[in-house]
């Protein structure tokens, strides 16, 4: 394991090196950045980037938890505002990740997207996705994005987990600062799109990068199978498109996992 050339996360070196125009905070130590956020979101009024150097109760989809390092890994939420109500939030998350997966491509990184909201380097995890709501006074939702990125993989994560996760060495070698600069300015870019046009704007990106387009997958909920099919991308709303012996179907995020069928 290449040990990283670890440059000290500060607020300040994160805003003068990003273009997003949006106010930065980093913490040493807190349980969860996005629960951080969501208890603030009613006193916010403008967006905010939380960076943690460590991470103590990441949390990630479906209550699992993440567990992360200050030298393996960026945790951080942004804290972004939305007019109207949840129902504009359709495909968030997958848009979240076209905006992670072509900023690490301007870092020299290719990675696949899996449904709903993961980031996927040679077939294992990178980057999860996790977005929480909460209502705006006088309207709108607030809206918390977490994201945990995994740089480094020690071996010993990999045995607590019990699968192989993915990791990008090279990339921790990076200025932190200059990282999670360029990962800001992507995902703000990507909302203020996201805000004005939907999931509509970044479908056609998502599905360039589907990791399991053609693949047979099955979907379930709770350890129960609800559908099978092959994987046949998403829809303009962010739904999965699934091939079944009964024909095309769509299935909406939410606390449905997706893996790869057993052959």
Same mark, same amino acid.
């Given at each position: 394991?290449?040990?990283?050339?670890?440059?000290?996360?500060?607020?300040?070196?994160?805003?003068?090196?990003?273009?997003?125009?949006?106010? #930065?905070?980093?913490?040493?130590?807190?349980?969860?950045?996005?629960?951080?956020?969501?208890?603030?979101?009613?006193?916010?009024?403008?967006?905010?980037? %939380?960076?943690?150097?460590?991470?103590?109760?990441?949390?990630?989809?479906?209550?699992?938890?993440?567990?992360?390092?200050?030298?393996?890994? %960026?945790?951080?939420?942004?804290?972004?505002?939305?007019?109207?109500?949840?129902?504009?939030?359709?495909?968030?998350?997958?848009? #979240?990740?076209?905006?992670?997966?072509? @900023?690490?491509?301007?870092?020299?990184?290719?990675?696949?997207? &899996?449904?709903?909201?993961?980031?996927?380097?040679?077939?294992?995890?990178?980057?999860?996705?996790?977005?929480?709501?909460?209502?705006?006074?006088?309207?709108?939702?607030?809206? $918390?994005?977490?994201?945990?990125?995994?740089?480094?993989?020690?071996?010993?994560?990999?045995? %607590?987990?019990?699968?192989?996760?993915?990791?990008?060495?090279?990339?921790?070698?990076?200025?932190?600062?200059?990282?999670?600069?360029?990962?800001?300015?992507?995902?703000?870019?990507?909302?203020?799109?996201?805000?004005?046009?939907?999931? &509509?704007?970044?479908?056609?990106?998502?599905?360039?990068? =589907?990791?399991?387009?053609?693949?047979? #997958?099955?979907?379930?909920?709770?350890? &129960?199978? %609800?559908?099978?099919?092959?994987?046949?991308? $998403?829809?303009?709303?962010?739904?999965?498109?699934?091939?079944? =012996?009964?024909?095309?179907? @769509?299935?909406?995020?939410?606390? #449905?996992?997706?893996?790869?069928?057993?052959?």
């Amino acid at each position: 394991m290449i040990a990283p050339l670890l440059t000290p996360m500060t607020a300040l070196d994160i805003g003068a090196r990003s273009q997003a125009g949006v106010a #930065v905070e980093v913490v040493e130590t807190t349980g969860s950045t996005n629960a951080d956020l969501l208890a603030r979101a009613a006193s916010l009024d403008a967006p905010l980037l %939380l960076v943690a150097r460590n991470q103590t109760a990441g949390r990630g989809r479906a209550g699992r938890s993440w567990l992360s390092s200050s030298e393996g890994s %960026l945790t951080f939420s942004l804290a972004w505002k939305f007019d109207g109500g949840v129902q504009r939030l359709a495909g968030l998350p997958l848009a #979240v990740g076209v905006a992670l997966a072509e @900023t690490l491509d301007t870092l020299g990184v290719q990675v696949g997207l &899996k449904w709903p909201n993961d980031v996927l380097r040679d077939g294992d995890k990178l980057a999860g996705i996790l977005i929480e709501t909460q209502g705006a006074p006088g309207g709108g939702v607030w809206t $918390v994005i977490g994201i945990g990125l995994n740089l480094l993989m020690p071996d010993e994560t990999e045995a %607590l987990l019990g699968r192989s996760i993915a990791s990008l060495p090279w990339l921790a070698r990076m200025d932190r600062n200059a990282l999670m600069a360029a990962l800001l300015d992507g995902l703000a870019g990507a909302l203020r799109e996201f805000d004005g046009a939907g999931f &509509k704007a970044f479908s056609a990106r998502w599905n360039r990068r =589907h990791a399991w387009q053609g693949e047979t #997958v099955v979907i379930l909920d709770a350890g &129960k199978v %609800l559908h099978e099919g092959a994987a046949a991308g $998403v829809d303009d709303t962010g739904r999965l498109l699934l091939d079944t =012996h009964e024909g095309r179907i @769509t299935v909406l995020a939410g606390d #449905v996992s997706l893996r790869m069928k057993a052959s």
